[in-house]
């Protein structure tokens, strides 16, 4: 590969036999323009390996996939040390830089090669990329965000970015992404603002949808390199005053769920989830997939142990200790080894949901399995638990930094005694 032409190096190769039908040249000559053998010998590396990237771009640009020539045209510019620029751009260069486009263009004999002139002159067309194909081609571009998510999670991550493309295309049509208009995304949010003030709904359902809409047309945009200016910003609408989710009371819990037979409906599993969050506040999700490995019944203080366990937390926050008392540690005896019903199903909200409703189990109509959680919380702060040790049983993060390991199991364990129903 390595020879030296009277004092300096060069790079002499074959081209691959891949590569004839883009790379005229059968034998590729390159002055290194160096004396030395080791610099040489580096410098050539990675003229080699801009070489094929030209050509791996040239075979790509020679098709009929507006998707694949336009990636390829930016790729070409790369190898050849330009930016892709639209045509448009590339004009209004200053002379000199758009004659050195020109002669890019050229091989080594003047003559032009038809891909690369396309792609350093900026003539090849941006693909029309509808809104549903934006889609398509969001998920492996965000695959990122969701290592380590479970079925079940990336079904919900999933299903909102679904609906909310949905509801744009069923209000402006699947047109093309460089398309839409300003007045498109206004009429977008005409539609929702009338479904807002119809349904009784709240401006937050709105702002899931444009905040999905622009998570994926901005990244596909940015990925692709379309260059695209979105007519997304300015449209969010504000925010009214974000309602609470009620708690349960002490006196619903202990005289309607925790009376005898109030549950007896339910299946074993989702009762056993319902009476462990009483004395534990965790999420539905956290529950569903403990297993044995991740309750502790043997030992002086029983306890469980949220984990990152075939599924991400919520927050970093999220993994935790939890000691169990009372009415939980009796569901967590009677369901030692987890709850493998629904470790990988999404039926347990709506199942305990439409069982609350059914038995008149639900203090007002707003309340849901996930109060239990909020009186938890409510019951640990009017009993005076320190703030830190709330957050750590909670899962929450702290206003500070936090300091330490925290309270020590024992301690945590005394703290819910004090209000374990």
């Given at each position: 590969m390595i020879q030296k032409r009277g004092k300096l190096f060069h790079l002499i190769r074959r081209t691959p036999t891949l590569y004839h039908d883009v790379e005229k040249r059968r034998l590729i000559h390159v002055a290194l323009k160096t004396d030395s053998e080791e610099d040489a010998?580096?410098?050539?590396?990675?003229?080699?390996?801009?070489?094929?990237?030209?050509?791996?771009?040239?075979?790509?640009?020679?098709?009929?996939?507006?998707?694949?020539?336009?990636?390829?045209?930016?790729?070409i510019a790369k190898s050849k040390g330009f930016r892709?620029?639209?045509?448009?751009?590339?004009?209004?260069?200053?002379?000199?830089?758009?004659?050195?486009?020109?002669?890019?263009?050229?091989?080594?004999?003047?003559?032009?090669?038809?891909?690369?002139?396309?792609?350093?002159?900026?003539?090849?067309?941006?693909?029309?990329?509808?809104?549903?194909?934006?889609?398509?081609?969001?998920?492996?571009?965000?695959?990122?965000?969701?290592?380590?998510?479970?079925?079940?999670?990336?079904?919900?991550?999933?299903?909102?970015?679904i609906k909310a493309i949905k509801n744009l295309i069923n209000t402006i049509g699947d047109k093309p992404i460089e398309d839409i208009s300003g007045d498109d995304?206004?009429?977008?949010?005409?539609?929702?603002?009338?479904?807002?003030?119809?349904?009784?709904?709240?401006?937050?359902?709105?702002?899931?949808?444009?905040?999905?809409?622009?998570?994926?047309?901005?990244?596909?945009?940015?990925?692709?390199?379309?260059?695209?200016?979105?007519?997304?910003?300015?449209?969010?609408?504000?925010?009214?005053?974000?309602?609470?989710?009620?708690?349960?009371?002490?006196?619903?819990?202990?005289e309607k769920l925790l009376a005898p037979d109030a549950l007896s409906g339910l299946n074993t599993e989702a009762r056993c989830i319902l009476l462990g969050m009483v004395n534990t506040g965790y999420?539905?999700?956290?529950?569903?997939?403990?297993?044995?490995?991740?309750?502790?019944?043997?030992?002086?203080?029983?306890?469980?142990?949220?984990?990152?366990?075939g599924r991400q937390l919520k927050t970093q926050n999220a993994r935790r200790v939890i000691p169990l008392a009372g009415v939980s540690l009796a569901a967590f005896r009677e369901c030692p080894n987890g709850f493998p019903r629904y470790a990988n199903s999404s039926s347990l909200t709506n199942t305990v949901r439409k069982f609350l409703i059914e038995n008149k189990l639900r203090e007002t109509s707003k309340h849901s399995m996930y109060s239990l959680r909020h009186s938890f919380e409510d019951r640990m702060t009017d009993a005076g638990i320190e703030e830190r040790i709330k957050a750590d049983l909670m899962g929450h993060s702290l206003k500070r930094?936090?300091?330490?390991?925290?309270?020590?199991?024992?301690?945590a364990h005394e703290c819910v005694l004090q209000i374990a129903l």
């Open positions: 010998r580096k410098k050539a590396v990675g003229v080699w390996q801009k070489l094929v990237e030209g050509w791996e771009a040239r075979l790509a640009g020679d098709t009929t996939d507006a998707e694949k020539s336009f990636e390829a045209a930016n790729r892709f620029l639209d045509a448009p751009a590339v004009a209004a260069l200053p002379l000199p830089e758009f004659i050195e486009r020109i002669d890019a263009a050229h091989d080594n004999k003047g003559k032009a090669d038809i891909v690369e002139a396309k792609a350093l002159l900026g003539v090849t067309e941006k693909p029309a990329i509808t809104i549903s194909r934006a889609l398509e081609l969001y998920w492996p571009m965000a695959a990122h965000k969701n290592v380590g998510k479970s079925d079940d999670q990336l079904r919900r991550w999933r299903n909102p970015h995304m206004l009429d977008f949010c005409d539609w929702w603002l009338e479904k807002i003030e119809s349904e009784g709904l709240t401006p937050n359902s709105a702002n899931k949808d444009l905040s999905h809409i622009g998570s994926i047309l901005k990244t596909v945009n940015k990925k692709k390199r379309l260059g695209l200016v979105l007519p997304l910003s300015d449209l969010a609408f504000s925010q009214r005053e974000k309602s609470q989710r009620p708690r349960f009371s002490t006196k619903w819990i202990t999420r539905p999700s956290e529950a569903e997939v403990l297993t044995g490995a991740q309750i502790k019944l043997e030992g002086k203080i029983p306890f469980i142990s949220i984990e990152p366990v930094e936090r300091y330490g390991k925290g309270a020590s199991l024992k301690k």
